[in-house]
């Protein structure tokens, strides 16, 4: 009998390398954000979308300053362009947020579309336009229709593409990797149930915000809900086993990956618990997990 495996997403963001600015279609140009990282990749991946000399920008980094003198490229070379129609936003996470001050500096004041997010808007409350699940926003040659997604962001919005069928999925679906479920802000049903969502547009391409655009979108949203179920099948078996430490089972359950990534991982092992608890499946006493019931859910 083979091996249970020990993952269904494999590879992560380490050592990907990727253009500082490229052409992924007629209407969308993206620029890297300049941050690269174990999480982040070679960077942030923001968005010019439309066809115009006033393009929107989808995601504006983290605000540093190597960024924006590639902005400025991208917008002459690609667009003709000295000017930005508006910024949308997937969520006030500081990597794809950050930038937006600068921005504003650089080509004025405009409008930052976003969910908002109280406390998390990182000071842009007065600035922001709030939207919501199925706002529409068009600039000329594409057409944005906002899909709500929390689970990894409370305000998580991705953004449909009309035009393409394509999908700006922000740090929902990643180009490398899975994406991690914070303890704050972060919800596994909440992130299962967005995969879902995303999954019943039956998108042709992804362009996520860390790593490269996804051929075969539903493939890759379907390898993720099955990452994740393994993920889960996985916890509950080692709850069965008697462990009890949520540092035992990432131990067990990372470890094909480096230590230093096990931190993170803890947090998405703690998303499953939680979510294992609000089923009544699992408990915890302090810091210690146990099994409550083997019956699945109906």
């Not at 967005?194 to 998108?203: D, K, M, T």
């Not at 991982?265 to 019931?293: C, F, I, N, P, Q």
């Amino acid at each position: 009998m083979s091996e249970s495996p020990s993952r269904v997403v494999k590879g992560n963001m380490i050592g990907l390398a990727m253009p500082d600015i490229d052409v992924w279609s007629e209407r969308v140009v993206t620029v890297l954000g300049q941050n690269p990282g174990p999480f982040t990749g070679p960077g942030t991946n923001t968005y010019l979308v439309g066809t115009s000399k006033r393009p929107i920008l989808l995601d504006t980094g983290q605000g540093l300053p190597q960024y924006l003198p590639l902005l400025e490229r991208a917008l002459d070379e690609h667009r003709a362009a000295a000017e930005i129609e508006r910024i949308v936003l997937t969520h006030a996470h500081g990597d794809h947020l950050g930038g937006c001050n600068q921005v504003c500096e650089r080509f004025g004041t405009m409008p930052i579309l976003k969910r908002p997010w109280p406390g998390m808007d990182a000071g842009l409350d007065e600035l922001v336009t709030a939207i919501d699940h199925d706002a529409v926003i068009e600039t000329e040659g594409a057409t944005l229709r906002a899909i709500f997604t929390p689970g990894h962001a409370e305000d998580h919005l991705c953004y449909w593409l009309e035009e393409e069928r394509a999908i700006f999925s922000g740090d929902v679906v990643l180009g490398a990797g899975t994406t991690v479920i914070p303890e704050h802000g972060g919800d596994l049903a909440d992130y299962m149930d967005s995969l879902r969502r995303l999954l019943a547009l039956e998108p042709e391409v992804i362009y996520p915000a860390h790593g490269p655009a996804i051929r075969g979108a539903g493939k890759k949203i379907r390898e993720y809900i099955a990452h994740r179920e393994l993920r889960e099948a996985q916890i509950v078996g080692l709850l069965r086993e008697g462990l009890s430490d949520v540092e035992q089972m990432v131990a067990r359950m990372y470890a094909d990956v480096p230590a230093f990534l096990h931190a993170a991982a803890g947090t998405s092992v703690r998303s499953h618990l939680k979510k294992l608890e609000r089923e009544g499946r699992a408990r915890r006493d302090g810091d210690d997990w146990m099994l409550v019931t083997d019956t699945p859910r109906a």
